[in-house]
């Protein structure tokens, strides 16, 4: 069975820092394309930043390029989103999403219709 279990989220001024966690098993970790999406109230998921199976490629959305670093470690069969300078459009439930059949990991592929196993949600809430 595939478990996806996100952590890290929290309360953080604006300008502040958090890193997130995600940890999936069930399935070979660095066969998974691994991503994080964020979905605001009232606002659709939005595919924030996805990385291959290596970890040698990353990819973000404009909105939080420069920011926000994603990394992967397939040891420990974890994936990581640093996110720096916060702001409070940021504001949102962070979703770790992965798949095992995802064959191009970019902007492109960007979407929840993209990704099958998906984490229950950690809340990040930057204050102004």
């Known amino acids: 069975q595939v478990q996806v279990v996100e952590s890290g989220g929290g309360l953080v001024q604006a300008g502040g820092s958090l890193r997130l966690s995600c940890i999936a098993s069930?399935?070979?970790?660095?066969?998974?394309?691994m991503a994080w999406f964020r979905q605001a109230p009232g606002k659709e998921r939005e595919g924030v930043s996805c990385i291959s199976w290596s970890g040698g490629s990353k990819y973000y959305v404009d909105s939080v390029k420069g920011r926000f670093t994603i990394s992967r470690d397939n040891a420990k069969n974890t994936l990581f989103l640093e996110m720096n300078s916060l702001k409070p459009e940021d504001t949102a439930m962070y979703y770790c999403?992965?798949?095992?059949?995802?064959?191009?990991?970019?902007?492109?592929?960007?979407?929840?219709?993209?990704?099958?196993?998906w984490g229950q949600g950690t809340q990040v809430t930057v204050s102004s």
């Open positions: 999403a992965a798949d095992d059949r995802l064959r191009s990991v970019g902007l492109g592929t960007l979407s929840p219709d993209n990704y099958n196993y």
């Open positions: 069930g399935l070979t970790f660095d066969a998974l394309a």
